[in-house]
C-alpha cells in the first residue's frame, strides 16, 4: 500500500505516540490480530466483503480430522468440538500473525462477488429491501426514525473504532453530538435534523480519513436524499476501517518482528500440547533429508574412512530445498512449513520456469554462438518470448510439451532474423532442427540440460541459506549468468522465508535431529555431536 492512503492523517502523530508506548511486548501480535477481527466487523450492509483467508484445519493437522475427505476418518471421541475450537483459535492467531510479518504486502481487502453470480443477486436483493424500508419509513407522515436511529448509532460506534487514544476532545464531541438519548428525544418531539446529524458526520470523517478517501469523503456533501446518504456514508466508513486496519499493520510490523518468533512457536507449542502427534510429517521430511545428504557426503568422500560428520544444517538446507520441488499430491507435508506452503509453491514454479530458460538460452547460445547471442536487444527479446510461452505451462506435462516445441518455433524464427539482420551465413538445417528438438525435449525429467542447470541452481541456494540473510548473495555459475538478477530474486526470497521458519522452528527441530542421527543407546558428545546442531535456535532464543 502507498504511503498516501494512511490512515489518520490529522491527528496520526499524537494518537500514535500513545499507542507504541502502551504495548506490551508479547501481546502485539495478539493486539493486532483481534484488533483486524473486531474493525472487520460489518453492521449494516454494504458493497463489499472483507476477504481474509485461513487454512483449515483438516488440511493444517489432518492427524485430528483424518486423511482428505474419507468418510469414517473423523473419530468424535478424539477430536470434540471444544478441541476444535481451541485448536481453531491457535491456528488462526497463529497463521494472521505469520502473514503479518512473512508476507510484506499482506493487507485486507474489500472484495464483492462476480456481477453474475447467485451470490451478488442475492445481496443487492437484500440490500435494496433494507434501504426500500428505510425509505418508506421517512417518507411516512410524519416520518419514522425507529431505524435511522439505530445506524446512526452504528456510525457513531463505526467512527468511534477509528479514534486513536489521542482523541481525547474528538472523543468528547462525539459522544456530546451523538448523544443517542438526546437523538431519541429529538424523535419522540419530532425535530430531529438529520441532515445536520449527517454534516457532523462528513465532517469527522473528513478529520479521520486517508487523503486517498478525501474524494469520496468530499462527494457526501453533495447528497441531498437521507437514504442514499445513510447508505454512502456506511460504504466510505468501510473503506476507511480497512485503510486503518491496513496503516495499523504497516506501522507495528518493526514491533511484532521483535517479538514474532517467540510468539509462533509459544503458539505452536500449545498446538502440539493438544496433539501430540503434529510433528509427524515433519519429522518425515527431515529423515528423507538426512538420508540425502549422508548420501551426498558418502559420495563426495575419497574413502569410507574419511566421511566425516553429518551437518544438521545443510540436512535443513535440503529439506528447505525439497519443499521448492514439493509433488502436489503429496499431502505429508510438513507441519511446521505448512504456513509458507503457497509462498513455497510459488518460489517453485518459478524455479521450474528460471531453469528452463537458462536452458534454452545456454541451447541456443552453444548452437548460434557469440555473435548472434551478442545482437543488442536478441537476449532480451528471446527472454521474453520464453517466459510468455511457458507461463503457466507447468499444471499439466502435456501443456508443457506443446509449450516447448512452440517455444523451439519462435526462437528458430528468432535465430533466423538475428542472422539476416548480421547478412552473415545461416546456420546449417541441420544445426536449427538440431537446436529445435533439444528445446522440445527439455520436458524430460531426465533431460541432461535441465539437470545441469537445476544442479547449478540448487548449488546456489545452498550457498545462499549457508551464507545466511546477513550477507550478500553468491556469484552465480557461468551458466545461469543470463538470469542472475531472477536468480538473486528467488535466492532472496527463498532465503528469507527459511531464516524466518528456522529461527521459530529451530527448537522443535533440534530433538528430531538429534533422534535421526543418535540411533537409541549412542551417547552424544561435545566432541561427534553433528555439526551444527548446537546452533539452533533453544526455547528461549529468538
Known amino acids: 500500500m502507498s504511503t498516501n492512503i494512511y490512515w489518520g492523517k490529522k491527528h496520526l502523530s499524537k494518537g500514535f505516540g500513545v499507542i507504541s508506548t502502551c504495548l506490551f511486548p508479547l501481546c502485539i501480535i495478539f493486539a493486532v490480530a483481534h484488533l483486524c477481527l473486531f474493525l472487520l466487523e460489518d453492521p449494516a450492509p454494504n458493497n463489499g466483503a472483507f476477504t481474509r483467508t485461513h487454512r483449515p484445519l483438516s488440511i493444517l493437522f489432518p492427524q485430528i480430522y483424518g486423511e482428505g475427505n474419507k468418510p469414517g476418518t473423523w473419530s468424535p471421541p478424539t477430536a470434540s468440538l471444544s478441541r476444535l475450537m481451541e485448536l481453531q483459535n491457535c491456528i488462526s492467531n497463529l497463521s494472521l500473525a505469520h502473514e503479518i510479518v512473512v508476507n510484506r504486502d499482506f493487507c485486507f481487502k474489500v472484495s464483492s462477488p462476480p456481477a453474475d453470480s447467485l451470490e451478488s443477486r442475492v445481496t443487492q436483493i437484500v440490500h435494496r429491501a433494507f434501504w426500500d424500508s428505510l425509505q418508506e419509513q421517512l417518507t411516512c407522515d410524519p416520518p419514522n426514525y425507529n431505524h435511522a436511529v439505530i445506524l446512526l448509532q452504528e456510525v457513531k460506534t463505526m467512527l468511534q473504532s477509528l479514534l486513536l487514544p489521542g482523541h481525547v476532545r474528538l472523543r468528547s464531541e462525539m459522544d456530546e453530538v451523538l448523544d443517542m438519548e438526546l ?54 466508513l468501510g473503506l476507511m476501517k480497512t485503510d486503518m486496519v491496513n496503516f495499523t499493520i504497516q506501522s507495528l510490523r518493526p514491533h511484532l518482528l521483535q517479538q514474532a518468533a517467540q510468539y509462533e512457536r509459544a503458539k505452536f507449542q500449545q498446538i502440539l500440547d493438544k496433539q501430540p502427534a503434529s510433528l509427524d510429517n515433519t519429522t518425515a521430511w527431515l529423515q528423507a533429508a538426512a538420508s540425502e545428504e549422508a548420501s551426498a557426503v558418502s559420495a563426495r568422500s575419497p574413502s569410507p574412512d574419511s566421511i566425516g560428520p553429518v551437518s544438521t544444517s545443510a540436512i535443513l538446507n535440503r529439506a528447505y530445498i525439497r519443499l521448492l520441488h514439493w509433488d502436489p499430491q503429496d499431502h505429508r507435508y510438513p507441519e511446521t512449513a505448512l504456513m509458507d506452503r503457497a509462498r513455497m509453491d510459488a518460489l517453485g514454479r518459478r524455479l521450474r520456469t528460471l531453469v528452463l530458460e537458462a536452458s534454452v538460452l545456454l541451447l541456443t547460445s552453444t548452437q548460434c554462438g557469440v555473435a548472434v547471442f551478442s545482437q543488442q536487444g536478441f537476449v532480451g ?144 558428545t561435545e566432541d561427534d555431536s553433528p555439526a551444527g546442531l548446537h546452533s539452533l535456535p533453544t526455547s528461549d532464543s529468538c
Not at 188 to 204: C, E, F, K, Q, S
Not at 207 to 217: K, M, N, Q, T, Y
Open 183 to 236: 437523538i431519541q428525544q429529538q424523535v419522540d418531539h419530532g425535530v430531529l435534523d438529520l441532515h445536520r446529524l449527517a454534516g457532523y458526520i462528513i465532517n469527522t470523517m473528513a478529520s479521520l480519513c486517508a487523503p486517498v478517501r478525501d474524494p469520496e469523503v468530499g462527494a457526501l456533501r453533495n447528497l441531498k436524499e437521507p437514504v442514499e446518504l445513510l447508505r454512502e456514508i456506511f460504504r466510505v
Open 381 to 524: 527479446k528471446l527472454r521474453q518470448a520464453v517466459a510468455a510461452l511457458l507461463e503457466g505451462s507447468h499444471t499439466r506435462e502435456a501443456d508443457l510439451k506443446g509449450a516447448l516445441q512452440g517455444l523451439g518455433e519462435t526462437v528458430l524464427q528468432q535465430v533466423t532474423e538475428a542472422q539476416r539482420g548480421q547478412g552473415g551465413a545461416q546456420l546449417p538445417q541441420e544445426s536449427l532442427d538440431l537446436l529445435k528438438g533439444q528445446i522440445s525435449e527439455l520436458w524430460k525429467h531426465n533431460n541432461p540440460v535441465c539437470m545441469l542447470i537445476g544442479e547449478r541452481v540448487q548449488g546456489f541456494l545452498q550457498a545462499t541459506l549457508q551464507g545466511g540473510p546477513a550477507k550478500r548473495s553468491p556469484e552465480p555459475p557461468s551458466a545461469l549468468r543470463l538470469v542472475s538478477a531472477e536468480l538473486a530474486n528467488l535466492g532472496t526470497a527463498f532465503g528469507r522465508i527459511v531464516h524466518f521458519n528456522r529461527m521459530v522452528f529451530g527448537p522443535f527441530y533440534a530433538p528430531i535431529l538429534r533422534k535421526l542421527l543418535f540411533p537409541p543407546g549412542e551417547a552424544e
